[in-house]
């Protein structure tokens, strides 16, 4: 059971731009263990709330705490990387080392920011690519893999600094989509393992299947959130029920939850104009 405390608090958080307003007064949770997907239209500032997270973004309002700390008002460089590690990101363009093996790319972080030794960063970096399915490309190189494999690694290379919490921010949206399934396996296994996960994600049925709580943004506010039930069943919000129109197919009928792997690549994967 998640605990009550959050382990990620944002309050009234605002940041603009120069002149451009992007958050307009956010407020979210995230409870210890819990899946929870930020959804909405291109340019609604999702990438911009976990950016925030992360402390990359400072806002000029607002508050934003993640454990004990108050990221917002964090003023140097050493504190915000005391943050990165206990916070993993993962993107929607891997950016792993294509120098380094897939278990360099895993060892790396642990020993040089970590402090960890070989021997014990490459049985973890071992164990997280089995828990991934890549314990067979252990010694390829990044470019010797497809997009998926590749954003499998990244997963597994966040996992190797043992995170509190991982934000994924549009991972499978790069992919072909015969790979989508497989990177979206690995973040269903992580969640059913009480993993806590923030989650930007264009995959509706997938963030309907996996999510605890549902954020829906728009122009930099949280137009509503929920239970995922909540949010794709049932929203209260006319703004919501067009998003999800758009982004499950113009019927706005749902199917049944997906699980199988090669099924969820074939979800509706919205482009959007509304
Ligand atoms: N570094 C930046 N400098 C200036 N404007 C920015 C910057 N980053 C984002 N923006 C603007 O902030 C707004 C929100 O961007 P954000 O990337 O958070 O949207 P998003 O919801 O993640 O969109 P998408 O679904 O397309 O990824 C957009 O209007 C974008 O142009
Ligand atoms: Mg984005």
Redesign the pocket.
């Known amino acids: 059971m998640p605990s009550i405390e959050p382990l990620v608090s944002l309050r009234d958080v605002h940041l603009s731009?120069?002149a451009?307003p992007?958050l307009k007064g956010i407020d979210l949770e995230v409870l210890r263990g819990q899946a929870v997907s930020i959804i909405?239209?291109?340019?609604?500032?999702?990438?911009?709330?976990l950016?925030c997270i992360t402390g990359l973004?400072q806002p000029q309002r607002g508050s934003i705490r993640v454990g004990q700390t108050q990221v917002d008002t964090l003023a140097q460089e050493a504190q915000r990387i005391e943050l990165r590690k206990r916070v993993g990101f993962v993107f929607q363009q891997y950016n792993l080392f294509p120098h380094l093996s897939v278990l360099e790319n895993l060892v790396i972080a642990p020993r040089k920011v970590l402090g960890r030794n070989r021997t014990d960063a490459e049985n973890d970096a071992r164990a997280l690519l089995a828990k991934v399915r890549m314990e067979h490309k252990a010694d390829a190189y990044p470019g010797q893999l497809s997009g998926g494999q590749q954003q499998r690694v990244a997963i597994a290379r966040a996992l190797a600094m043992r995170p509190e919490l991982i934000l994924f921010?549009?991972v499978t949206s790069a992919l072909d989509p015969e790979t989508v399934g497989e990177v979206l396996t690995v973040i269903r296994e992580l969640t059913e393992e009480g993993m806590t996960c923030v989650l930007?994600t264009?995959e509706m049925r997938f963030a309907e299947e996996i999510s605890d709580v549902v954020y829906f943004?728009e122009h930099?506010v949280i137009v509503e959130h929920g239970s995922a039930a909540q949010i794709f069943q049932n929203p209260a919000s006319e703004r919501t029920q067009t998003f999800l129109r758009h982004a499950l197919g113009d019927s706005g009928r749902r199917g049944p939850v997906a699980h199988d792997p090669y099924l969820l690549t074939h979800l509706s994967r919205y482009s959007l104009s509304v």
Do not use: A, M, Q
Request: glycine letters at 22%.
């Open positions: 731009f120069g451009n992007v909405g239209p291109s340019g609604s500032g999702k990438s911009t709330i950016r973004l921010d549009e930007v264009h943004t930099g």
